[in-house]
């Protein structure tokens, strides 16, 4: 996996029993323990593992991972090439989260010739049918997305939604409340949202705005919050254990993120959390999850056009003024993490013993 998140070390304990081999690091890492079985490697490393292990499945970042797909092809070709020498049937797996379109992938805020886009598509999706045998999509969106590309229907595929499963939540005696989890970014709407906000601090009164989580509009924000300090905090970066712990808190979640050249949001880990907890959610188009969300009663706002300030503001006056009864939220869940379902179809298991770490599948993906 090329960055280490601490949503990935839990769902390494949780799912199928793996190596785990990472290039680098998430901000969201600090102050959450690595466990046994996970090892940070380079590339070279991680292709010398494939010759000494007995591992024969490799999960692997998806292709329209575009600054990755380079080291994707490598680690694909490498991990083939090791099965071949050593005479064993090697499968190579993918979870496919990307929504943004080929074009966009390819030109970013430029738009690329057709015949540039057409060339690389055809080039990715035969690369893809020709490494990768099973193919799990984490949206409908993603699944349109990759359905795009030449030759990827020529694998075996499963659709999946990744929504988190319920956990117990304790409703909180709060004002009314809402939080952002994320990297201080324009990306993530960071600047929408507190140009949203003196509108919603006047049409509700006591309502409170937390900011959580590092980057480059910090002291930005920090500065904009100290104006009010009884309705906005900024409390910067946090561990994982306890930004979840104020998101757990909010009445609503505020995820404002932004199309930004190649990026688009896919899911949004804070979003799963927050569900998670039955937190009402505020959030854009962006995310993969937007028809599920605006089909269950949450708020889901376009970001194009002027008034995207007004509208995102005017979302969450709804959302505080009533917000979705938590028990509903998480009763709209599903009984396993979209995450683990789509895991244990990749692996071709449902369960599975834990066994020798020898003979474990390697994931070097998220």
């Not at 319920?166 to 990306?187: K, N, S, Y």
């Not at 910090?218 to 919050?225: G, H, K, P, V």
């Not at 688009?264 to 804070?270: D, V």
Request: aromatic fraction near 6%.
């Amino acid at each position: 996996m090329p960055e280490l998140r601490a949503a990935h070390i839990e769902r390494h304990r949780l799912g199928t029993p793996a190596e785990l081999l990472y290039l680098g690091t998430n901000y969201d890492l600090a102050g959450t323990p690595v466990a046994g079985g996970i090892q940070r490697v380079t590339v070279a490393g991680a292709l010398g593992r494939f010759f000494r292990t007995n591992a024969t499945t490799l999960e692997v970042p998806e292709p329209l991972w575009m600054r990755f797909w380079p080291k994707h092809v490598v680690l694909v070709v490498g991990f083939r090439a090791a099965g071949v020498l050593r005479r064993r049937a090697h499968r190579v797996v993918t979870y496919a989260m990307e929504n943004n379109d080929i074009a966009t992938l390819v030109g970013g805020r430029r738009a690329a010739p057709a015949w540039t886009v057409r060339a690389v598509a055809t080039l990715i999706g035969a690369t893809a049918r020709l490494t990768i045998d099973r193919i799990a999509f984490a949206s409908a969106a993603s699944r349109a997305a990759y359905r795009a590309l030449p030759f990827v229907d020529g694998i075996e595929q499963a659709a999946t939604i990744e929504l988190p499963r319920a956990v117990a939540a304790t409703p909180p005696d709060v004002p009314p409340t809402c939080v952002f989890v994320g990297a201080m970014e324009h990306r993530k709407g960071v600047r929408a949202l507190i140009e949203a906000w003196p509108l919603v601090e006047a049409e509700v009164p006591g309502a409170r705005l937390v900011l959580v989580g590092p980057g480059p509009l910090l002291d930005e924000t920090s500065a904009w919050a100290a104006e009010s300090p009884s309705t906005r905090c900024v409390v910067g970066r946090l561990p994982h254990t306890e930004a979840a712990r104020v998101l757990r808190s909010a009445t609503a979640l505020v995820a404002p993120s932004v199309p930004d050249g190649r990026w688009r949001e896919q899911i949004g880990l804070p979003i799963k959390e927050a569900l998670a907890a039955g937190v009402t959610i505020v959030t854009t188009e962006q995310t993969g999850l937007a028809g599920w969300l605006r089909d269950h009663g949450h708020e889901v706002v376009g970001h194009a056009g002027t008034s995207f300030t007004r509208r995102l503001s005017r979302a969450i006056v709804r959302v505080l003024r009533a917000p979705l009864d938590r028990d509903q939220v998480r009763a709209s869940l599903p009984e396993t993490d979209g995450r683990l379902v789509a895991d244990a179809w990749l692996h071709g298991a449902t369960a599975r013993l834990v066994a020798d770490v020898a003979d474990r599948p390697i994931q070097a993906q998220s």
